[in-house]
């Protein structure tokens, strides 16, 4: 029984929505991370699901991204573990058979960004509070090559570069205008809109679709299937250093004095 993960039956035959829900801020923890593979297991074995549609229960906060707190004072086993759950989560969601769309209707920074990037079709809505981009330069820290080549996928290669240099946090018109979500839509319409868009895609036969997706990420997905230790050291070497380990220690500080 999964807490921090709801799945439900769409409004529409053959179509799921999974809904994040791991409050206060849908941050990316070890335990989340293990709900959404199994979640997304049990979805992708399920014949009758031929599309999700991907959004957080309560708006605000799409994803905060990875949970810092498991990224900060913990032991490089820790840290091993932990990367090999992004990495799962990520080879889940980016080779998943099924129809992906992102409903973003909250906050969406670096992981949550990497997330909504894995799904065929980002709709976003247009609050000016939410931003959508992978930050990790600001936080001190470095996009791993998978984050890069799925930002590139998705833009092209100056945008992409240009972005995860400055970190930029896009709203939502910008993002749009860049190509890092495909519409964008009044808050009040982001299911209908990602529920029309859907049925959009459900219209392809699926194993035509699906062998096109295939044929599009399977480069980028061998780069770290060929690579998945290699890319754990380096996740471990890097985020073990003491300068690292102060600029997250720091970004937290600042997050938490941010109410104060
Ligand atoms: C050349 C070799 C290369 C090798 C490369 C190898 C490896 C590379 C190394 C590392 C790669 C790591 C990649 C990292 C990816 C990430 O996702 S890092 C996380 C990025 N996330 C963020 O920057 C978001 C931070 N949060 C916010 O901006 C805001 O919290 C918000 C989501 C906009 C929500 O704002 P608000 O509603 O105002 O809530 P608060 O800010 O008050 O937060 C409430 C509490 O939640 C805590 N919190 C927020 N975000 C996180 C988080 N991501 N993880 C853990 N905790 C978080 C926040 O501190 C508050 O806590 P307290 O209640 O004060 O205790």
Redesign the pocket.
């Known amino acids: 029984m999964s807490h921090r993960v709801l799945v439900e039956a769409g409004p529409a035959a053959g179509v799921a929505v999974l809904k994040f829900r791991n409050p206060?801020?849908n941050?990316l923890s070890l335990e989340m991370l293990m709900e959404l593979v199994i979640s997304l297991e049990k979805l992708e074995n399920d014949k009758a699901v031929r599309g999700i549609v991907i959004t957080a229960e309560n708006p605000?906060?799409f994803l905060?991204?990875?949970?810092?707190?498991e990224m900060c004072g913990r032991n490089p086993a820790h840290y091993a573990k932990y990367w090999e759950a992004v990495q799962e989560l990520w080879l889940r969601l980016y080779q998943s058979s099924k129809v992906l769309v992102a409903a973003i209707n909250g906050?969406c920074?670096?992981?949550g960004c990497l997330a909504s990037l894995t799904c065929d079709y980002r709709v976003m809505a247009d609050n000016p509070k939410y931003t959508i981009g992978l930050?990790?330069t600001q936080?001190g820290?470095?996009?791993?090559f998978w984050f890069k080549d799925t930002l590139v996928n998705t833009v092209g290669h100056r945008a992409a570069e240009q972005a995860l240099q400055l970190g930029t946090l896009f709203p939502p018109a910008k993002a749009l205008q860049v190509g890092i979500v495909d519409q964008v839509v009044p808050e009040e319409q982001l299911q209908s809109a990602a529920l029309s868009v859907m049925a959009q895609w459900l219209a392809i036969p699926d194993h035509a679709r699906q062998l096109t997706k295939t044929m599009m990420r399977k480069p980028t997905v061998d780069q770290l299937v060929k690579q998945r230790e290699a890319d754990i050291q380096?996740?471990v070497g890097?985020?073990s250093q003491d300068s690292i380990q102060r600029a997250l220690q720091t970004y937290?500080q600042k997050?938490?004095q941010?109410?104060g």
């Open positions: 206060p801020v941050a605000g906060i905060a991204g990875l949970d810092l707190t906050a920074p670096a992981g930050n990790e936080l820290i470095i996009a791993p380096s996740f890097l985020i937290l997050l938490r941010k109410k």
